[in-house]
């Protein structure tokens, strides 16, 4: 392997007064949903909020007066823009970002915040790779790249060394695989520590790069991803190398497992997850009996997540758990019915959110009517429980957006 402890080491030493060493700590929460002891890495808690300032840092700490002088590049769509554009103001380095052109503009701002040039240029990052090679060519920029980078493994690497000093005895450590810098870089430091901790490496379901790379299957990559940020379709040669000699498995989670995920962060650690910050967690909660009863540390690599998604995630988390439901109820369009059920609504304890009146359905007679509810309750069984008060009044009631997706009538009580 091209990096060593030693370097890791090294890396580390550089880091102090840097970035933050920032806190990991017991998830009592998180362990009871999971059924494991669970420690978590805050990487979300990094001044660019992500574990990137790590790697960028000792990257740019490398180079020499020449290269400072002329400056850097990068490749990015978020994370690592952000780390090289803060670390390279700080150390008056020039720097260039070249990210797709349809970038949400507030990561583009974020970056451009730090001091940094921002070129936007191609749809995807692999159509951003040609505008990079240009301007290294016409400008002698340095590249920073953002995983296949020596330097940059052994920075992300002392994540592990600081997990195994506060909690010694963690048996397995789950870890997010974008190109593989993350994963490489702690391999190696938290075996040198342990021999024997499992190492578990966890790729968006979309996007099985690594998997791919290491077990030999040719999976399609693509498609649009909340897990952004370990959305790769090309892993990293120097990190693949690292993995496939010192990683255990490596898991694939769904598009539901990372939401899920994300929203537990939220709702029970109070912090913020980008996807691919709670693809470990998706991992860990999509398989319970792997890591029952084992003490588990998890890095959450970083907390970039747009609010607007964020509010999204909470939103389906709690259409899934069914405390935010649509329902459906046919009616004879008469004065008083709107009424009559909302009445009902509110004498079980559920909260309408909002209200539609059709009459225009033609499954319903020309003198009838259907009302939708969007009714907050305090789930599957308080669902049960009101649509049955509303069929012993003679309403027919259906559920809309179930988990199955379906538009299903009440599952305890036959609809009138």
């Given at each position: 392997?091209?990096?060593?402890?030693?370097?890791?080491?090294?890396?580390?030493?550089?880091?102090?007064?840097?970035?933050?060493?920032?806190?990991?700590l017991?998830a009592?929460?998180?362990s009871?949903?999971?059924?494991?002891?669970?420690?978590?890495?805050?990487?979300?808690?990094?001044?660019?909020n992500?574990?990137?300032?790590r790697?960028?840092?000792?990257?740019?700490?490398?180079?020499?007066?020449?290269?400072?002088?002329?400056?850097v590049i990068?490749?990015?769509?978020?994370n690592?823009?952000q780390?090289?554009?803060?670390?390279?103001?700080?150390?008056?380095?020039?720097?260039?970002?070249?990210?797709?052109?349809?970038?949400?503009?507030?990561?583009?701002?974020?970056?451009?915040?730090h001091?940094?040039?921002?070129?936007?240029?191609?749809?995807?990052?692999?159509d951003?790779?040609?505008?990079?090679?240009?301007?290294?060519e016409?400008?002698?920029?340095?590249?920073?790249?953002?995983?296949?980078?020596?330097?940059?493994?052994?920075?992300?690497?002392?994540?592990?060394?600081?997990?195994?000093?506060?909690?010694?005895?963690?048996?397995?450590?789950?870890?997010?695989?974008?190109?593989?810098?993350?994963l490489?870089?702690?391999?190696?430091?938290?075996?040198?520590?342990?021999?024997?901790?499992?190492?578990?490496?966890?790729?968006?379901?979309?996007?099985p790069?690594?998997?791919?790379?290491?077990?030999?299957?040719?999976?399609?990559?693509?498609?649009?991803?909340?897990a952004?940020?370990?959305?790769?379709?090309?892993?990293?040669?120097?990190?693949?190398?690292?993995?496939?000699?010192?990683?255990?498995?490596?898991?694939?989670?769904?598009?539901?497992?990372?939401?899920?995920?994300?929203?537990?962060?939220?709702?029970?650690?109070?912090?913020?997850?980008?996807?691919?910050?709670?693809?470990?967690?998706?991992?860990?909660m999509?398989?319970?009996?792997?890591?029952?009863?084992?003490?588990?540390?998890?890095?959450?690599?970083?907390?970039?997540?747009?609010?607007?998604?964020?509010?999204?995630?909470?939103?389906?988390?709690?259409?899934?758990?069914?405390r935010?439901?649509?329902?459906?109820?046919?009616?004879?369009?008469?004065?008083?019915?709107?009424?009559?059920?909302?009445?009902?609504?509110?004498e079980?304890?559920?909260?309408?959110?909002?209200?539609?009146?059709?009459?225009?359905f033609?499954?319903?007679?020309?003198?009838?009517?259907?009302?939708?509810?969007?009714?907050?309750?305090?789930?599957?069984d308080?669902?049960s429980?009101?649509?049955?008060k509303?069929?012993?009044a003679?309403?027919?009631?259906?559920?809309?957006?179930?988990?199955?997706?379906?538009?299903?009538?009440n599952?305890k009580?036959?609809?009138?």
């Amino acid at each position: 392997m091209t990096v060593t402890i030693d370097h890791i080491h090294t890396a580390r030493e550089a880091l102090k007064g840097q970035v933050v060493r920032t806190p990991m700590l017991h998830a009592p929460k998180l362990s009871e949903l999971t059924g494991a002891e669970i420690w978590v890495k805050y990487e979300n808690m990094q001044v660019t909020n992500s574990f990137k300032d790590r790697g960028a840092f000792i990257r740019l700490s490398k180079l020499t007066d020449s290269q400072k002088q002329k400056g850097v590049i990068a490749m990015s769509a978020g994370n690592h823009a952000q780390a090289v554009a803060y670390h390279a103001k700080r150390l008056g380095i020039p720097a260039t970002i070249v990210m797709p052109q349809f970038t949400p503009f507030t990561k583009v701002e974020r970056t451009q915040a730090h001091g940094a040039e921002v070129v936007l240029s191609g749809e995807t990052l692999d159509d951003a790779r040609s505008t990079v090679e240009e301007v290294i060519e016409t400008r002698g920029l340095t590249l920073v790249h953002p995983y296949d980078d020596e330097d940059v493994i052994a920075g992300q690497g002392t994540i592990a060394l600081e997990m195994l000093e506060e909690a010694p005895d963690l048996e397995a450590l789950v870890i997010p695989i974008g190109g593989g810098g993350i994963l490489a870089g702690n391999a190696i430091s938290s075996r040198s520590v342990n021999p024997n901790i499992e190492l578990i490496g966890v790729e968006a379901e979309l996007y099985p790069s690594m998997y791919n790379l290491v077990r030999g299957k040719e999976m399609k990559c693509g498609g649009t991803t909340l897990a952004d940020g370990i959305a790769v379709k090309s892993a990293g040669v120097k990190t693949s190398a690292i993995i496939k000699e010192l990683a255990d498995d490596i898991r694939l989670v769904s598009e539901a497992q990372i939401e899920g995920a994300v929203n537990a962060y939220f709702s029970h650690q109070k912090t913020s997850a980008e996807g691919a910050g709670a693809s470990p967690l998706a991992a860990v909660m999509a398989d319970r009996d792997h890591f029952a009863g084992r003490k588990v540390g998890l890095i959450l690599c970083g907390g970039n997540i747009d609010p607007r998604i964020m509010a999204s995630v909470i939103y389906r988390e709690l259409e899934r758990d069914q405390r935010i439901v649509n329902i459906r109820v046919t009616i004879d369009d008469r004065p008083g019915v709107l009424a009559a059920i909302a009445t009902i609504i509110g004498e079980t304890g559920a909260n309408i959110l909002e209200v539609a009146h059709s009459r225009m359905f033609l499954d319903v007679s020309a003198k009838g009517a259907e009302l939708d509810f969007m009714v907050e309750t305090r789930g599957p069984d308080h669902l049960s429980m009101l649509a049955e008060k509303l069929e012993d009044a003679g309403f027919r009631v259906r559920v809309l957006d179930s988990p199955g997706g379906q538009a299903t009538p009440n599952t305890k009580r036959p609809s009138s």
